[in-house]
C-alpha cells in the first residue's frame, strides 16, 4: 500500500519526475516524459505495478530527510539499531538523457541494505524481459518492453525472482554504493555509463544557483525559495511547457472518483506560475514560456484549448485504467483528462495578464506574439457573452461564472493596456467598449446587493473562492466594500477548519458525486486578498497557518484534510505553490 500523500518527495531532472518516499520506495516514475507511461506505478496499486526500493533491512528507528541546500537533490537518513546510513536521489540535468541515481552511504555502523527493483512497462501492466549483460565493460541488468528499455547499474545487481529483482548487502561506516536506472529507446544499445560524481557536481551547482536568485525580502522566505524550485522542476526544459503535477488521479475525495490526470500543461496554471516567477524576479522564463504558448496554440483562435500536452499537442483523451484499484482504492485511474474540450472563458485573461507582466519585465513582443495575442482577444470579442465550465472544470451545466466574466474583463484591459501603455496597435475603442460593458454585467448580475457579496455564477447566491480573485487582477480596489463583504462571505460559507473550500459541492454544480477537501491555493487565494484589503494581521496569521502544512522537505499537495491531518489530490500541485508564492508577494 502506498504511503500517506505528505510522506513523498518529489525529484526531477526537468523532462520528468519521480516520488521518493520516506520508506526509500521510488512509487512513482514516468519516462522519459511527465506523460508518458509509469514505469513504477505502485502509487496507484502495489509493489508489483512497479517501484525501486534501496533502505535498510532490518528495523528502522528513524527517519529524516531533507534537500541539499537550494537544491532538488533528496537526502533521506536512515537510522538503525546497529548503524545510519544516508540515501541521496538525483536525476541529473543537462544531456537529454533520463537517469536516477541513487547513492547510499553508511556514516555510522554496520547497516544491512534491502535492494528491490520492480519495473514495469506501461502503468504497471507489462512486465518487461528482463536479461543480465555486459555493456561498457560491466554487467547491467536490462528489461525490455515494447518501445522501452530501462538499464539498472551498480556495484551489487539483484537477482531476479518472479518478476522482482532482489538483493541485500551489508554496508560499513565509511562504504559508499550507488545504483542508476536509465531510460532509453529498447531498439538503441544501452548507453554508457554516467560519470555520477561530475553530473550530481553538475545538477547541485545549476540548481542553487537557479534558487539563489528567489527573494529573501518575504514571509517564509526558505519555503517561498522551495516553491520556486517545485515549480522549476515541473517546466520541461526542451519544450518550456508546465505541467499542473506530475501525478495523475490521487484522489481528491478518497475512496472516491473525482480523480484526474494533471500531467499536463493547462494555459492558466502555466500562466501563473509565469506570474510567480516574474514577480520573483525570474524574468528569463517568460520567454521561453510565449515560445511554448506561440506553438501551442498555433492556428484557428477558435480551436483554443485550455490545456495541451508537455510539447504542444492538443490530443489527450481521457481513459480508465482498469488494472490499477487507485491510491486508497480511489477508482478509476484515469489517463489523460476530458476537460480538454471544455470551454472555460477564464483562460485568456490568466495569459494577457502573464503576457502583460512579461511586457513590464522588458519581454519585447514580437510580430508573431502580438498578432496572436490579437487574434485571441478578437475571438473572445465575437464570442465573450457565451456561459463556460469555469476555471474548476465544472462537469455539469455551462453557467455564467463571476470568476470567467471577471477575467474576461482582464482580457479586454490587458489588450488595452497593451495598446495604450506599449504602444501596440490593436482595435482599441472596441476593446474598451466590451471592458466596460462586461464589468457593468458583472456588478448587476454577479453580485448580491442582499448579502453584500459577489456570487459563484449568475443564477445562485453561493459563493465561490474565485472570488477573491477579484483583488487581485484589479477588476475592484481591495478595500471597496463589495471586495469586503465578499472576503467574508467566502469565509463564512467555504472555511472547514480555518481552510477554505473552492465551493460547496453539495450544489451539484459540478456534475460529479463525492466530496472534496479545502483547496490550497483558495487559502492563500485569501492571504493576497485579505493583504490587499489592510488586514495584514489576519494574513500573515493564515500564512504562518498554510505554511505550516508543507511536509518536512516543502512540498503541497493540491488539497489537505483537516479531518485527519493528511495531504489530499495530485502532489505536489503547481496551483498551491504558485498561490503561496504570490501570497508571500503580497504580504513583501
Not at 94 to 109: E, F, I, Q
Not at 285 to 304: Q, S
Request: with cysteine; aromatic share 8%.
Amino acid at each position: 500500500m502506498a504511503l500517506p500523500i505528505e510522506d513523498y518527495a518529489l525529484i526531477g531532472d526537468r523532462g520528468t519526475a519521480a516520488l521518493v518516499g520516506k520508506d526509500g520506495s521510488i512509487d512513482w516514475l514516468c519516462l522519459p516524459r511527465f506523460d508518458s507511461p509509469a514505469c513504477f506505478a505502485a502509487l496507484l496499486g502495489t509493489e508489483e505495478n512497479g517501484r525501486w526500493l534501496l533502505a535498510p533491512a532490518d528495523e528502522v528507528l528513524a527517519t529524516s530527510r531533507r534537500y541539499v541546500d537550494g537544491t532538488a537533490c533528496l537526502e533521506t537518513t536512515f537510522t538503525t539499531a546497529d548503524g545510519e546510513v544516508v540515501l541521496l536521489d538525483v536525476m541529473p540535468v543537462g544531456d537529454g538523457r533520463a537517469d536516477v541515481v541513487r547513492r547510499l552511504t553508511c556514516t555510522r555502523g554496520t547497516v544491512r541494505i534491502r535492494h528491490d527493483w520492480v519495473v514495469r512497462a506501461d502503468y504497471g501492466l507489462v512486465r518487461p524481459w528482463v536479461s543480465r549483460e555486459q555493456a561498457h565493460g560491466q554487467e547491467v541488468v536490462v528489461a525490455v518492453a515494447g518501445p522501452d528499455k530501462f538499464v539498472l547499474r551498480g556495484p551489487h545487481l539483484p537477482h531476479g525472482h518472479h518478476g522482482h529483482h532482489s538483493h541485500e548487502l551489508d554496508l560499513s561506516a565509511g562504504d559508499e554504493v550507488s545504483f542508476s536506472t536509465t531510460w532509453v529507446r529498447s531498439w538503441r544499445d544501452v548507453p554508457e555509463p554516467l560519470a555520477i560524481d561530475e553530473r550530481i557536481d553538475a545538477t547541485t551547482d545549476r540548481q542553487r544557483a537557479w534558487s539563489a536568485r528567489a527573494p529573501r525580502d518575504v514571509p517564509h522566505a526558505d519555503l517561498v525559495q522551495r516553491s520556486l524550485l517545485t515549480l522549476l522542476l515541473m517546466t520541461h526544459a526542451e519544450t518550456g511547457g508546465i505541467v499542473a503535477a506530475p501525478t495523475t488521479s490521487l484522489p481528491e475525495d478518497f475512496g472516491g472518483e473525482r480523480n484526474w490526470d494533471y500531467r499536463f500543461c493547462w494555459l492558466r496554471d502555466a500562466a501563473l506560475t509565469l506570474e510567480s516567477l516574474l514577480g520573483s524576479g525570474y524574468d528569463g522564463e517568460a520567454f521561453e514560456w510565449r515560445n511554448w504558448l506561440l506553438r501551442a496554440v498555433a492556428g484557428d483562435p477558435a480551436d483554443l484549448q485550455i490545456m495541451y500536452t508537455i510539447d504542444g499537442g492538443r490530443q489527450l483523451p481521457e481513459r480508465e485504467v482498469p488494472h490499477l484499484p487507485g491510491y486508497a482504492n480511489s477508482r478509476p485511474v484515469r489517463i489523460g483528462n476530458g476537460a480538454v474540450c471544455q470551454r472555460q472563458n477564464d483562460v485568456l485573461g490568466e495569459v494577457m495578464i502573464a503576457l502583460e507582466l512579461a511586457r513590464d519585465a522588458g519581454l519585447e513582443e514580437t510580430h508573431n506574439s502580438w498578432a496572436l495575442q490579437r487574434a485571441l482577444v478578437d475571438e473572445l470579442a465575437d464570442h465573450w457573452d457565451r456561459p463556460d465550465n469555469g476555471l474548476w472544470e465544472i462537469r455539469g451545466p455551462q453557467r455564467h461564472f463571476t470568476h470567467s466574466r471577471v477575467m474576461v474583463w482582464v482580457a479586454f484591459d490587458r489588450a488595452v493596456k497593451a495598446v495604450e501603455k506599449h504602444g501596440l496597435d490593436g482595435p482599441v475603442d472596441r476593446w474598451r467598449d466590451l471592458r466596460d460593458r462586461v464589468r457593468e454585467e458583472i456588478l448587476d448580475k454577479g453580485f448580491d446587493d442582499e448579502r453584500g457579496t459577489f456570487t459563484q455564477h449568475y443564477d445562485t447566491t453561493a459563493v465561490d473562492a474565485s472570488l477573491l480573485t477579484i483583488p487581485l487582477v484589479g477588476f475592484l480596489p481591495g478595500d471597496d466594500p463589495r471586495v469586503l463583504g465578499t472576503i467574508d462571505a467566502v469565509v463564512a460559507d467555504l472555511d472547514v477548519g480555518g481552510l477554505l473550500l473552492r465551493y460547496r459541492t453539495e450544489t451539484g454544480v459540478d456534475g460529479i458525486a463525492g466530496d472534496e477537501h479545502p483547496f490550497l491555493a483558495c487559502s492563500f487565494w485569501l492571504v493576497s486578498a485579505l493583504a490587499m484589503a489592510g488586514r495584514r494581521e489576519e494574513a500573515l496569521e493564515l500564512m504562518d497557518r498554510l505554511c505550516g502544512l508543507a511536509n518536512d522537505v516543502g512540498l503541497l499537495s493540491e488539497e489537505y484534510d483537516v479531518t485527519h491531518g493528511r495531504m489530499a489530490g495530485n502532489f505536489p500541485q503547481a496551483f498551491s505553490h504558485l498561490a503561496l508564492v504570490q501570497a508571500a508577494l503580497a504580504l513583501r
